[in-house]
Structure formats: C-alpha cells, structure tokens
C-alpha cells in the first residue's frame, strides 16, 4: 500500500510560478513510477506528467511540456510538478498517483486526494 498527499496547491497569476509536492508513505517508494494527473470542472482526468522509479525517464503532456517540470526525491519519498509559465487553462485539481510508468489513468494503482490549482487571468 502506498498513500499520497499533495500539497503545495492555491492561486496564482498566470504567469506565475507553483510548486506542487506530493509524499508518499511506504518503502518502496523508489519502485513506483509516479504520475501527475489533472481534472477540470467537467472535465475528465487527464495525464500532465510522469517520472520514473530511478527519475531517468520522464514525460509529458504536449500541452505542458517546457513549462512544466515533474521530479522525485526517492530519499524523502516525494515528487514534485514545478509548474512555469502557469495559464488559466491550467486550472484543475491536481493529483498525484503512483504505479507504472504510463500516460493512462489505469496504469496507476494509488492516489492522491488531489490539491487545487487556480490560475488567475
């Protein structure tokens, strides 16, 4: 079992500049591929960005990439969305998950509760 809890959510301008962190409890932390997924109002859950167990490998969502930067501390069991350059269309509740490496909500096991993010225009 692997509980997750994001943090580091809220208001900013766009343009402005959020750091979400996601911890996790457990061991084999460094095992998991880890997820950041989004959903809008209305919206469905979709992929934003994804990191490797070892941090080599990481990708992302077209709409995000060069503005955002996913990466994980496997000795404090947290990842991290460093998000840059932040748009209105960037506002969601943001959720952390773990499981395999994939853009799929099905190819993670364990989830966040979620954190919102609001961009102001």
């Known amino acids: 079992q692997v509980q997750l809890v994001e943090s580091g959510g809220g208001l900013v301008q766009a343009g402005g500049s959020l750091r979400l962190s996601c911890a996790a409890s457990?061991?084999?932390?460094?095992?998991?591929?880890m997820g950041w997924f989004r959903q809008a109002p209305g919206k469905e859950r979709e992929f934003v960005a994804s990191?490797?167990?070892?941090?080599?490998?990481?990708n992302y969502e077209d709409s995000v990439k060069g503005r955002f930067s996913i990466s994980r501390d496997n000795a404090k069991n947290t990842v991290y969305l460093q998000m840059n350059s932040a748009k209105p269309e960037d506002t969601a509740v943001y959720y952390c998950?773990?499981?395999?490496?994939?853009?799929?909500?099905?190819?993670?096991?364990?989830w966040g509760q979620g954190t919102q993010v609001t961009v102001s225009s």
């Open positions: 998950a773990a499981g395999r490496t994939g853009w799929r909500v099905y190819d993670y096991d364990y």
């Open positions: 990191i490797s167990g070892s941090g080599g490998y990481r």
């Open positions: 457990g061991r084999t932390f460094s095992r998991y591929a």
